[in-house]
């Protein structure tokens, strides 16, 4: 079965310190990846995709993901967390197979002390 | 540029009872997608409409069903609602089918 899943549910890290959030997926037919944030009482937004191409995949605020194909694996780094950057993150796939079919993981909670 | 809206933010329903909420897309935007958000999870895909058709459903019951309209705009429709219903419902557009999700502020929906 598709799936993904993020395996910290939090994640409290001190101001500039380096973080890593977790994803994988599980799949049998091509995926598209994303990581989107959902700042407090606001919507989600993009942070970044992987469609094909370079496995390092740049986007905004600093922060970048790798695509590992052999490990189904699809991370998300960032060199130096500031306040600013806690929020919920969740990481998706868009599974295409004739149809479109997303799924997102449950969420990763960043909380970035001072 | 005129961002996803959703309406309405908030309303309350009782079991048994028909829901139905709208979302008008990003303006441009031939695809719109809904997700079942519940408190402290992800967000759960329910269906996707490209141009005016579905061409993806995620694992939820035909009382789920929806509508894209000639303006892109589109509706969730919910029969025989029952308690779990509760959740914040999310709408996104997007440009094409494997580009970013814009999405809506959300409707939150109590079912009692």
Do not use: M
């Amino acid at each position: 079965a598709q799936s993904v899943t993020q395996l910290d549910s939090q994640v409290p890290v001190f101001e500039e310190a380096p973080v890593e959030l977790r994803c994988n997926y599980s799949s049998s037919v091509s995926v598209y990846l994303f990581w989107y944030v959902q700042y407090p009482n606001q919507g989600l937004q993009l942070l970044l995709k992987y469609l094909s191409g370079s496995t390092l995949v740049k986007g905004i605020n600093g922060f970048e993901a790798e695509f590992n194909k052999s490990q189904t694996s699809f991370h998300l780094r960032k060199p130096s967390v500031h306040i600013s950057d806690t929020a919920e993150y969740f990481c998706a796939v868009i599974l295409t197979s004739g149809t479109y079919k997303y799924i997102f993981g449950t969420g990763t909670r960043l909380k970035v002390l001072a | 540029e005129t961002g996803v809206t959703q309406s309405p933010t908030h309303l309350i329903k009782t079991r048994g009872q028909q829901v139905t909420l709208r979302c008008s897309s990003q303006s441009g935007h031939n695809t719109v997608s809904w997700y079942q958000q519940a408190l402290g999870q992800g967000p759960q895909f329910i269906f996707q409409y490209y141009r005016e058709e579905e061409n993806g459903r995620g694992n939820f019951p035909p009382r789920f069903s929806g509508l894209q309209f000639p303006n892109y705009s589109s509706e969730l429709n919910v029969n025989a609602l029952e308690l779990d219903d509760s959740a914040l419902y999310l709408c996104a557009s997007s440009l094409e089918l494997t580009g970013e999700l814009f999405f809506g502020e959300g409707s939150r929906l109590t079912v009692l």
